[in-house]
């Protein structure tokens, strides 16, 4: 079946533009994960969405950051006036059920550079 | 807060050699996870350990939960060059928080 999907692939951007990266979870998966992840280093825990509930924004690293998720599926994270500190590989997870007890299912990422 | 830690950080192995990595909490952990991240993909989910002292296996690899439940090793027999790759723990604490560590990389050499 179909796997995550994230889109764009690659993102160019200019220092201090605004960019939206989108995830499309894997069908049925309730839960969503947002992750950072530097050249050669770890996954960086951004934000989780889980059904209805609130999200967990203790990742965020500043209020440039934000996301949503429409209608439990699809999920958007946008980066506000971009710095170059932003430059990673933004990776997406879904996974079946609550919690960080489920294997988390990720997309090929999103990598961004900015200029 | 939480740190979760893994060593090696890098590991070179000769095709055919046995290796250990390890992952180590600051703090009780509730489940371990472990990934691997092909040079230029994802992490792919490998294991989950829950229970104290519990040992899994798949294979080649065998993946351990320490009593304490504050740190986990992954050792692989016979290694391959489809072993090549970064190998990742990430663990929940008592509050929730989910981390992942800094990863494995592991460079095979035939």
């Known amino acids: 079946g179909a796997g995550v999907s994230q889109s764009p692939s690659n993102k160019v951007t200019e220092k201090g533009k605004d960019v939206e990266l989108r995830c499309d979870p894997i069908?049925?998966?309730?839960?969503l994960y947002w992750y950072r992840q530097s050249l050669g280093q770890g996954l960086e825990f951004l934000i989780y969405?889980?059904?209805?509930?609130?999200?967990?924004k203790s990742g965020l690293p500043s209020d440039r950051f934000s996301a949503e998720r429409t209608g439990g599926s699809v999920s958007t994270l946008t980066i506000q006036r971009t710095q170059q500190e932003d430059s990673a590989v933004y990776l997406c997870?879904?996974?079946?059920?609550?919690?960080?007890?489920?294997?988390?299912?990720f997309g090929d990422g999103t990598r961004l550079s900015i200029l | 807060g939480q740190q979760v830690m893994q060593i090696p950080q890098y590991q070179h192995v000769q095709e055919g050699e046995d290796f250990t990595t390890y992952c180590n909490s600051s703090?009780?952990?509730?489940?371990i996870q472990w990934y691997k991240q092909r040079p230029g993909g994802h992490p792919v989910f490998l294991i989950q350990?829950?229970?104290?002292?519990e040992v899994k296996k798949q294979k080649r690899l065998t993946f351990q939960f320490g009593e304490a439940k504050k740190n986990s090793s992954l050792h692989i027999t016979a290694t391959q060059t489809t072993d090549v790759g970064t190998y990742f723990c990430?663990?929940?604490?008592?509050?929730?928080?989910?981390?992942f560590g800094a990863g494995t990389q592991v460079v095979v050499t035939p």
């Open positions: 997870a879904s996974s079946p059920g609550a919690g960080f007890n489920q294997p988390q299912h």
């Open positions: 069908s049925g998966h309730t839960a």
């Open positions: 969405f889980q059904g209805n509930s609130a999200p967990d």
């Open positions: 703090t009780t952990l509730s489940n």
């Open positions: 350990l829950v229970k104290s002292g």
């Open positions: 990430a663990g929940t604490d008592s509050w929730g928080k989910f981390q």
